[in-house]
Protein backbone atom coordinates (compact mmCIF):
# COMPACT_ATOMS: atom_id res chain seq x y z
CA UNK A 1 0.00 0.00 0.00
CA UNK A 2 1.84 2.86 -1.19
CA UNK A 3 -0.05 6.42 -1.88
CA UNK A 4 1.20 9.48 -3.41
CA UNK A 5 0.28 13.45 -2.41
CA UNK A 6 -0.44 12.91 0.77
CA UNK A 7 -1.24 16.22 2.72
CA UNK A 8 -0.75 16.39 6.26
CA UNK A 9 -2.57 19.48 7.62
CA UNK A 10 -1.33 19.21 11.21
CA UNK A 11 1.44 17.60 12.64
CA UNK A 12 4.11 18.47 15.38
CA UNK A 13 7.67 17.77 14.25
CA UNK A 14 8.77 20.62 15.95
CA UNK A 15 7.64 18.10 19.42
CA UNK A 16 10.57 16.49 21.53
CA UNK A 17 9.91 13.14 20.39
CA UNK A 18 11.16 13.64 17.43
CA UNK A 19 14.59 15.05 18.90
CA UNK A 20 17.03 12.04 18.09
CA UNK A 21 15.85 11.26 14.35
CA UNK A 22 13.71 14.86 13.40
CA UNK A 23 15.71 15.11 9.82
CA UNK A 24 15.92 11.59 8.82
CA UNK A 25 11.95 11.52 9.31
CA UNK A 26 11.18 14.15 7.55
CA UNK A 27 13.52 13.11 4.58
CA UNK A 28 12.15 9.50 4.53
CA UNK A 29 8.35 11.22 4.36
CA UNK A 30 9.18 13.09 1.59
CA UNK A 31 10.54 9.70 -0.13
CA UNK A 32 7.18 8.19 0.99
CA UNK A 33 4.29 10.18 -0.72
CA UNK A 34 4.03 12.69 1.59
CA UNK A 35 3.94 16.08 -0.71
CA UNK A 36 3.27 18.31 2.35
CA UNK A 37 2.86 19.09 6.12
CA UNK A 38 1.94 21.78 7.92
CA UNK A 39 3.49 21.67 11.33
CA UNK A 40 1.38 23.39 14.13
CA UNK A 41 3.00 25.92 17.22
CA UNK A 42 1.58 25.37 20.14
CA UNK A 43 3.09 28.63 22.26
CA UNK A 44 6.15 30.74 20.95
CA UNK A 45 8.96 28.58 21.57
CA UNK A 46 7.10 25.58 19.22
CA UNK A 47 6.08 28.26 16.92
CA UNK A 48 9.83 29.60 16.13
CA UNK A 49 10.71 25.24 15.43
CA UNK A 50 7.76 25.68 13.51
CA UNK A 51 9.05 28.01 11.00
CA UNK A 52 12.76 26.66 11.24
CA UNK A 53 11.76 23.41 9.85
CA UNK A 54 9.25 25.25 7.47
CA UNK A 55 12.59 26.85 5.93
CA UNK A 56 14.76 23.78 6.34
CA UNK A 57 11.87 21.31 4.20
CA UNK A 58 10.70 22.89 0.87
CA UNK A 59 7.60 20.69 1.93
CA UNK A 60 6.93 22.07 5.51
CA UNK A 61 5.36 25.20 6.01
CA UNK A 62 4.12 26.35 9.53
CA UNK A 63 1.58 27.28 11.32
CA UNK A 64 2.10 30.07 14.52
CA UNK A 65 -0.19 30.12 17.44
CA UNK A 66 -0.88 29.64 21.32
CA UNK A 67 -3.04 26.72 22.15
CA UNK A 68 -5.20 26.56 24.60
CA UNK A 69 -3.37 24.37 27.13
CA UNK A 70 -0.37 26.42 26.80
CA UNK A 71 -2.41 30.03 27.50
CA UNK A 72 -2.43 30.11 30.83
CA UNK A 73 1.81 30.15 30.48
CA UNK A 74 1.79 32.14 27.93
CA UNK A 75 2.48 36.10 27.82
CA UNK A 76 0.08 38.86 25.98
CA UNK A 77 3.71 40.02 24.61
CA UNK A 78 4.10 36.32 23.33
CA UNK A 79 1.01 36.69 21.21
CA UNK A 80 2.40 40.48 20.43
CA UNK A 81 6.22 38.54 19.09
CA UNK A 82 4.25 36.06 16.73
CA UNK A 83 1.75 38.68 15.21
CA UNK A 84 5.93 40.12 13.40
CA UNK A 85 6.07 36.32 12.00
CA UNK A 86 2.77 36.13 10.13
CA UNK A 87 4.60 37.69 7.10
CA UNK A 88 7.83 34.76 6.67
CA UNK A 89 6.47 33.43 3.65
CA UNK A 90 6.07 29.87 4.59
CA UNK A 91 3.92 31.06 7.69
CA UNK A 92 0.17 29.42 6.34
CA UNK A 93 -1.93 29.70 9.26
CA UNK A 94 -2.59 31.45 12.99
CA UNK A 95 -2.87 27.83 14.94
CA UNK A 96 -3.56 25.39 16.86
CA UNK A 97 -5.67 27.42 18.82
CA UNK A 98 -8.59 27.18 20.32
CA UNK A 99 -10.59 25.53 23.76
CA UNK A 100 -9.85 22.29 25.57
CA UNK A 101 -12.40 21.39 28.87
CA UNK A 102 -11.41 18.03 28.48
CA UNK A 103 -8.13 18.50 30.24
CA UNK A 104 -8.33 22.44 31.27
CA UNK A 105 -4.86 22.52 31.50
CA UNK A 106 -5.32 26.59 31.59
CA UNK A 107 -8.53 28.37 33.17
CA UNK A 108 -11.23 28.47 30.64
CA UNK A 109 -11.27 32.32 31.11
CA UNK A 110 -8.34 32.63 29.94
CA UNK A 111 -8.28 29.95 27.31
CA UNK A 112 -11.44 31.96 25.56
CA UNK A 113 -9.47 35.21 25.71
CA UNK A 114 -6.69 33.84 23.90
CA UNK A 115 -8.98 32.19 21.19
CA UNK A 116 -10.65 34.93 20.52
CA UNK A 117 -7.49 37.51 20.20
CA UNK A 118 -6.09 34.96 17.61
CA UNK A 119 -9.31 34.87 15.83
CA UNK A 120 -9.39 38.34 15.10
CA UNK A 121 -5.84 38.45 14.69
CA UNK A 122 -6.88 35.77 11.76
CA UNK A 123 -8.96 37.76 10.43
CA UNK A 124 -6.67 40.83 10.59
CA UNK A 125 -4.12 39.01 8.97
CA UNK A 126 -6.49 37.64 6.38
CA UNK A 127 -4.98 33.87 7.42
CA UNK A 128 -7.02 30.44 8.19
CA UNK A 129 -6.67 29.10 11.56
CA UNK A 130 -6.51 25.62 12.48
CA UNK A 131 -8.63 25.01 15.62
CA UNK A 132 -8.36 22.74 18.65
CA UNK A 133 -11.81 21.56 20.32
CA UNK A 134 -12.03 19.02 23.10
CA UNK A 135 -15.29 18.99 24.41
CA UNK A 136 -15.93 22.91 24.26
CA UNK A 137 -17.74 22.22 20.73
CA UNK A 138 -20.91 25.03 22.29
CA UNK A 139 -18.12 28.25 22.90
CA UNK A 140 -15.91 26.95 19.87
CA UNK A 141 -18.96 27.58 17.64
CA UNK A 142 -20.33 30.43 19.67
CA UNK A 143 -16.96 32.03 18.75
CA UNK A 144 -16.75 30.86 14.72
CA UNK A 145 -20.12 32.13 14.79
CA UNK A 146 -18.99 35.83 16.07
CA UNK A 147 -15.52 35.73 14.01
CA UNK A 148 -16.22 34.36 10.88
CA UNK A 149 -12.76 33.01 10.55
CA UNK A 150 -11.70 30.75 7.21
CA UNK A 151 -10.06 27.71 8.42
CA UNK A 152 -10.27 24.25 10.06
CA UNK A 153 -11.80 22.15 12.97
CA UNK A 154 -8.97 19.78 13.50
CA UNK A 155 -8.85 16.23 14.51
CA UNK A 156 -12.78 16.96 14.32
CA UNK A 157 -14.29 14.92 17.73
CA UNK A 158 -18.40 16.41 17.30
CA UNK A 159 -21.45 14.48 16.37
CA UNK A 160 -22.43 15.02 12.60
CA UNK A 161 -24.84 17.48 13.50
CA UNK A 162 -22.31 19.79 15.03
CA UNK A 163 -19.93 18.96 12.09
CA UNK A 164 -23.10 20.28 9.34
CA UNK A 165 -23.03 23.99 11.45
CA UNK A 166 -19.21 24.18 11.51
CA UNK A 167 -19.85 23.32 7.77
CA UNK A 168 -22.11 25.95 7.49
CA UNK A 169 -19.93 28.48 8.42
CA UNK A 170 -17.40 27.78 5.31
CA UNK A 171 -14.98 25.75 7.12
CA UNK A 172 -13.26 22.45 6.51
CA UNK A 173 -13.08 19.02 8.74
CA UNK A 174 -9.92 17.46 9.61
CA UNK A 175 -9.97 13.39 10.31
CA UNK A 176 -6.81 12.06 11.69
CA UNK A 177 -6.22 8.26 13.12
CA UNK A 178 -9.19 8.82 15.65
CA UNK A 179 -11.34 7.21 12.84
CA UNK A 180 -9.56 4.13 12.52
CA UNK A 181 -10.09 3.57 17.05
CA UNK A 182 -12.35 1.12 17.85
CA UNK A 183 -14.72 3.59 19.47
CA UNK A 184 -14.77 5.57 16.50
CA UNK A 185 -18.59 5.91 15.30
CA UNK A 186 -18.93 9.66 15.83
CA UNK A 187 -16.04 10.04 13.82
CA UNK A 188 -16.75 7.69 10.74
CA UNK A 189 -20.60 8.99 11.12
CA UNK A 190 -18.63 12.51 9.91
CA UNK A 191 -16.37 11.46 7.46
CA UNK A 192 -19.33 9.62 5.60
CA UNK A 193 -20.75 12.88 5.58
CA UNK A 194 -18.33 15.54 4.96
CA UNK A 195 -18.71 17.25 1.35
CA UNK A 196 -15.33 16.48 -0.78
CA UNK A 197 -14.56 19.24 -1.30
CA UNK A 198 -14.47 20.15 2.84
CA UNK A 199 -12.36 17.20 4.01
CA UNK A 200 -8.93 17.67 5.39
CA UNK A 201 -6.39 14.80 6.34
CA UNK A 202 -3.85 14.90 9.57
CA UNK A 203 -1.91 13.09 11.89
CA UNK A 204 -1.62 15.10 15.40
CA UNK A 205 1.63 13.53 14.86
CA UNK A 206 4.06 12.41 17.06
CA UNK A 207 0.17 11.78 18.67
CA UNK A 208 -2.58 10.14 17.57
CA UNK A 209 -1.20 7.10 15.57
CA UNK A 210 -4.34 5.01 13.91
CA UNK A 211 -4.75 1.66 13.83
CA UNK A 212 -3.03 -0.82 13.45
CA UNK A 213 0.32 1.34 14.71
CA UNK A 214 -1.96 3.37 17.51
CA UNK A 215 0.23 3.75 20.25
CA UNK A 216 3.37 3.85 18.39
CA UNK A 217 5.46 7.54 17.27
CA UNK A 218 3.15 8.71 14.33
CA UNK A 219 4.46 10.41 11.61
CA UNK A 220 2.43 11.67 8.00
CA UNK A 221 3.31 8.17 6.01
CA UNK A 222 0.41 6.90 8.45
CA UNK A 223 -2.00 8.93 7.07
CA UNK A 224 -2.42 5.93 4.59
CA UNK A 225 -4.60 4.15 7.15
CA UNK A 226 -6.65 7.28 7.71
CA UNK A 227 -7.64 7.70 4.26
CA UNK A 228 -8.10 3.50 3.77
CA UNK A 229 -10.79 3.81 6.29
CA UNK A 230 -12.26 7.22 5.52
CA UNK A 231 -12.67 6.04 1.94
CA UNK A 232 -14.68 3.16 3.09
CA UNK A 233 -16.98 4.87 4.76
CA UNK A 234 -17.24 7.21 1.74
CA UNK A 235 -16.80 3.65 -0.83
CA UNK A 236 -14.26 6.21 -2.58
CA UNK A 237 -11.08 5.59 -3.94
CA UNK A 238 -7.93 5.83 -1.58
CA UNK A 239 -5.60 7.08 -4.12
CA UNK A 240 -8.33 9.82 -5.02
CA UNK A 241 -9.61 11.03 -1.86
CA UNK A 242 -6.10 11.37 -0.84
CA UNK A 243 -5.58 13.86 -3.88
CA UNK A 244 -8.77 15.38 -3.07
CA UNK A 245 -7.99 16.34 0.32
CA UNK A 246 -4.42 17.94 -0.72
CA UNK A 247 -6.46 19.82 -3.28
CA UNK A 248 -8.29 21.11 -0.50
CA UNK A 249 -5.73 22.01 1.95
CA UNK A 250 -3.88 23.94 -0.97
CA UNK A 251 -6.93 25.59 -1.90
CA UNK A 252 -7.59 26.56 1.84
CA UNK A 253 -3.72 27.63 2.42
CA UNK A 254 -3.14 28.98 -0.06
CA UNK A 255 -0.19 26.98 -0.69
NI1 LIG B 1 -2.15 19.32 17.47
Redo the contacts with the bound molecule.
Keep these: MTYRNIFDT ?1 S ?1 YDDEKFSADRDEVLFRLHENGVCGVID ?1 G ?1 DKASSLEAIKLSEKFGFVYAAIGV ?1 PHEAAEAKHRDLEELKTLYSKEKVVAVG ?1 IGLDYHYDFSPRSIQLEFFEKQLILANELSLPVII ?1 DREAHEDTLNLLKKHRPRGVV ?2 FSGSAETAKQVLRLGMYIGLGGAVTFKNAKKPLEVAAAVPEDRLLLET ?1 CP ?1 MAPVPLRGSRCDSSMIAYTAEKIAQVRSCNVQELIDRCRENAKELFKI
Excluded: A, I, L
Aim: glycine letters at 0%; charged letters at 20%; a negative charge.
Design positions: HHCCHEHHCDY
